[in-house]
């Protein structure tokens, strides 16, 4: 069964640190990994995709890893600050031919404080 | 700017009511999905359609039905809610390959 495992669940740090949220994932075979930003309340916005062939993309503070060989993707937040607080939430598409090909980690909440 | 816009940002219904939620996507996309997302157990796929009046379950179907008559718009139906309906709903969309899928701002639904 596919599945998208994230972690840590919950992260509390100040304002200015930096922090990076994992995603490991057994979708096979694989088409792209993205991270969405979900803000409360809110549907989540994409902030990267990944195909197989990147390692390392960035958008602003947000650089995203893949390692497609251990299947495993990391997204990494410089520089913090209070509007990032937010569930970040992992998705990758597999390769098959179905519209339902997405699946969706159970995010990590991400709260930063003054 | 692409854009997905779901009919109401908050709802509040009575059991046994039958409930509507609509969504409109303005990029053209054949994809469109309806989920379901609740504490600890991430996004959850109820339905999909791939094409206008086609349609798919997705993993938790029971106790919803769709419809989608135009490219443009897909409906989720609750036929008679209950109270485990109580959920944030999120409609998305994508093109037929499903590059990226675009988010609406959700819909928080209470059943009381």
């Known amino acids: 069964k596919n599945q998208v495992e994230q972690s840590p669940q919950s992260l509390i740090i100040l304002e200015g640190k930096n922090c990076t949220l994992q995603c490991n994932y057994t979708v096979s075979p694989f088409s792209n990994l993205r991270w969405y930003k979900q803000d409360t309340g809110r549907g989540p916005v994409s902030l990267t995709i990944m195909t197989f062939s990147e390692n390392t993309k960035s958008n602003g503070r947000y650089t995203a890893t893949l390692d497609a060989d251990t299947k495993q993707s990391s997204l990494h937040i410089t520089a913090s600050q209070l509007s990032d607080s937010a569930s970040y939430i992992c998705?990758?598409?597999?390769?098959?031919?179905?519209?339902?090909?997405?699946?969706f980690g159970s995010g990590t909440q991400l709260t930063v404080l003054p | 700017d692409v854009k997905v816009t779901q009919s109401s940002r908050y709802l509040v219904k009575r059991t046994g009511e039958k409930v509507f939620l609509e969504c409109v996507q303005d990029m053209d996309h054949e994809n469109m999905f309806w989920y379901r997302q609740d504490p600890g157990l991430g996004l959850r796929l109820i339905y999909f359609?791939?094409?206008?009046?086609?349609?798919e379950k997705g993993d938790i179907p029971e106790g919803y039905s769709v419809s989608r008559e135009k490219k443009e718009r897909f409906s989720l139906i609750l036929e008679s809610a209950s109270t485990n309906q109580t959920s944030m709903y999120l409609c998305?969309?994508?093109?037929?390959?499903?590059?990226?899928?675009?988010f609406g701002q959700g819909t928080r639904l209470t059943v009381v």
């Open positions: 998305a969309s994508g093109d037929r390959i499903n590059t990226e899928a675009f």
């Open positions: 998705v990758v598409k597999g390769l098959s031919g179905s519209a339902r090909q997405l699946t």
């Open positions: 359609s791939y094409d206008v009046k086609m349609k």
